[in-house]
């Protein structure tokens, strides 16, 4: 959508996020029909080692009734998350693989996994191996982060590579007046799946997409859907 109308100069980048969050349709950045959609969201994510301005997330069930939601602060741990994220769910894994994996003390990885058995995340077998609890089962969910900026597009691009770890699409968005001057790094954009929406109140332009892919990191994932059921 465009306009002829002068945009909106924004006097800071929460005016500006805050506008899009309030203005923009999700049709912009998703595919998931509106109807089958059980949308949150949260501001100023740590799901990564950089912080998400704002992630939007949709899932095939109603978040306030995921089973998981018991399990949210654990789920946010790091150390919860990567112990997870090593667990299958019939084959199961020893202490040892997991010490070697993770790189935690035996005390500390015990007690973190009679937590997660005691809401039910993990089954302990009677020689001290692990599998993750045949009742608890991730919801399909699609995780959509976002970078806003005014001008340092520079900037954007570098924080918003950091939200592949936990998110299926990331996109910077800027204000139509400053988008132009990202051209010199649409194919770094490409190459990172990191897609470019130029946004007024007067509607947005997806610039360059971001296909839905699985996000890198298994464990940054479910600390992801920690914060988003918490």
């Known amino acids: 959508m465009t306009s002829s109308k002068t945009p909106t100069q924004y006097r800071s980048e ?3 996020a805050n506008s899009f969050i309030r203005n923009c349709p999700p049709s912009v950045w998703t595919r998931v029909p509106a109807a089958d959609k059980h949308v949150t969201f949260a501001v100023e994510s740590t799901c990564s080692d950089g912080r998400a301005d704002w992630v939007w997330a949709s899932s ?7 089973p998981m939601r018991d399990a949210s602060n654990l789920l ?9 994220s090593n667990l299958k769910r019939i084959e ?9 994996r993770i790189g935690i003390s035996k005390a500390t990885l015990r007690r973190f996994m009679n937590q997660l058995s005691d ?7 009677n020689d001290r191996t692990y599998v993750l609890d045949a ?14 900026k005014l001008s340092d597009w520079k900037r954007a691009f570098y924080q918003a590579t ?15 007046y400053h988008v132009g001057r990202t051209t010199p790094l649409h194919d770094s954009f490409r190459t990172q799946n990191i897609g470019l929406i130029s946004y007024e109140e007067s509607g947005a332009v997806k610039l360059l997409p971001s296909l839905k892919r699985n996000p890198r990191s298994a464990s ?6 920690g914060m988003l059921t918490s």
């Open 60 to 66: 095939d069930s109603c978040w306030e009734a995921l």
């Open 220 to 225: 940054s994932f479910l600390q992801a859907i």
């Open 119 to 125: 809401v039910g995340l993990v089954a302990i077998k």
């Open 162 to 176: 950091r939200y592949r770890t936990f998110a299926h699409r990331v996109y910077v968005v800027m204000p139509s």
């Open 14 to 16: 929460q005016e500006f």
């Open 135 to 148: 009742k608890w089962k991730l919801p399909k969910v699609e995780i959509v982060a976002f970078e806003f």
């Open 76 to 84: 946010q741990n790091p150390t919860c998350s990567r112990i997870l």
């Open 92 to 100: 199961a894994t020893c202490e040892s693989v997991l010490l070697d």
